[in-house]
């Protein structure tokens, strides 16, 4: 029986990715010839083909899915183990890199930073907010935090809040000046922000049936709040999201009523298996979920304080 030579499975699963040597070559940092050979080879070596030629593209046969289906569980391992000892190796330079989306990072995560050095003042946090989900390994990130049901595939994860988010309607000092009180018949008369789904959920929710035409709408949470917060309209957002706002006063939350939207993602906490016992991990972990407390006592005094005799 051939020996599986290692070196090439990595141009292997690349090229069975991709489906097209060029720019297998590109994303290995090899030449095209390069490529090809480690291809070659590793068939010679097996003793039989791996993928159909079809003009530009190479696909996997049968044998090759095979293969794939295989190696892929570990070579994920061993690069979860390259980053976990790189992450080790870092030694006092330590850093963190997390990806998130914009609104999160704007409207709760860098709120916070200034908590997180003072509790970690040697552990710097680096952030790229994204609409984009990345491939955490390829990307050399640490974690992300992302939006979703899950699983991801070759990754844990964390829920970070438990049980439904609230969507609550949120306006300007001025607009609260006006509309604080008022029936949700004064609300729909106003300029709108966001889903007009949403607000056809809210308002039905208060036994009213009206056409939402909003007068704007957004791919970001974080800047249908900031424009809530400039007076150009109502927004329906999330309560977490909107938490540090309403402490300081930028918005006013307007009604008592809120919704769930049963089809909205929570947020998780995502992270290569193999950095779970990390101390950098561990350590944010344990800082964001006591954030996560600290915002939602901030939010529901009455209810943080039940919690407290409970216990």
């Known amino acids: 029986m051939a020996r599986l030579p290692l070196n090439s499975l990595p141009a292997f699963r690349t090229v069975a990715q991709l489906q097209n040597l060029r720019a297998a070559a590109e994303s290995l940092h090899l030449t095209h010839s390069a490529v090809s050979q480690q291809i070659r080879g590793l068939e010679e070596q097996l003793g039989f083909a791996l993928f159909e030629r079809r003009g530009r593209r190479v696909v996997l046969n049968a044998a090759g899915e095979a293969l794939l289906r295989s190696v892929e569980p570990a070579l994920a391992q061993l690069d979860d183990g390259v980053q976990a ?64 049901r899950g699983p991801w595939a070759g990754l844990e994860s964390e829920r970070l809040f438990e049980g439904p988010m609230p969507l609550i309607v949120v306006g300007s000092p001025a607009a609260a000046r006006r509309l604080l009180g008022a029936q949700p018949e004064a609300l729909a008369r106003e300029p709108l922000l966001g889903d007009s789904e949403l607000w056809q959920r809210w308002f039905a929710a208060a036994d009213l049936r009206i056409h939402v035409t909003p007068v704007a709408s957004f791919n970001d949470a974080g800047l249908m709040l900031q424009a809530a917060e400039q007076n150009l309209g109502l927004a329906l957002g999330r309560e977490m999201l909107a938490a540090d706002a309403l402490s300081d006063g930028r918005l006013v939350r307007l009604s008592p009523l809120s919704i769930v939207y049963e089809h909205a993602h929570p947020y998780h906490l995502v992270f290569p298996p193999a950095l779970r016992d990390w101390p950098p991990l561990v350590a944010l972990r344990r800082w964001l979920h006591d954030e996560l407390q600290m915002s939602q006592s901030t939010l529901h005094p009455a209810s943080a304080k039940r919690k407290t005799r409970v216990r």
């Open 85 to 148: 000892a790189a992450a080790a190796a870092s030694g006092s330079a330590q850093r963190l890199r997390v990806t998130t989306l914009p609104s999160f990072a704007q409207r709760w995560l860098l709120p916070r930073i200034g908590r997180w050095r003072e509790r970690h003042p040697t552990l710097a946090l680096e952030i790229d907010a994204s609409h984009q989900v990345v491939d955490l390994q390829r990307e050399d990130f640490h974690a992300a935090l992302r939006q979703g």
